[in-house]
């Protein structure tokens, strides 16, 4: 059941170094026992070390430096033109077409810890938050008012969405 993604905290998704080290305690149980090894790193045929390679390869998606290829791109775009404005479908096109103009990477804005704050440490020692925040995001009617959304409510800001004609976002780290 680990490998179905069931772990000790009951969380939905297991990643590699975790199911490796799950692999290499039951070994460990196993050469205690004087039994033969179920695990063997080095068998590619043996179910463990594929799921484990799978997993990895899974993991590192992310870390590819074009993830989403044009085609993706192209129909999620198409998907988003073709279904409502309010859609999920128009959402996720919208965010495909950021991502791909400002091409944010990981470095940038994402936080390397659920619980802890991330910080970016400048060549003189200045710390700043890596991650955007809610005041990173400003939002302007067709005359270029702000439209202040900090402190409020879904509701509040849903009533907004048809004022909002475009967006800044503040970046702190300089892109290459």
Known sequence: SVRLGNNFYNKQSVRSGTLRGYAEAVNRLFSLRGMPLPYDPDNKCNDSTAAISNLADEETIALQREPLT???????????KQAHQDSAESL???IVCLARYIGPRLSEYAQAQ???ITYHTWGSGT??????????FKFYDKNGDDIHLHRRSSDEIFNLYQTMHYMKI?????KN
Not at 70 to 80: K, L, N, T
Not at 127 to 136: A, E, F, Y
Request: hydrophobic residues 40%; glycine residues 4%; aromatic residues 6%.
């Open 70 to 80: 044009e085609e993706m791109a192209a129909e999620c775009i198409r998907s988003g």
């Open 170 to 174: 503040i970046w702190r780290i300089q």
């Open 114 to 116: 659920q619980k802890k």
């Open 127 to 136: 710390k700043i938050v890596r991650s955007w925040i809610p005041q990173d």
């Open 92 to 94: 996720t096109a919208n």
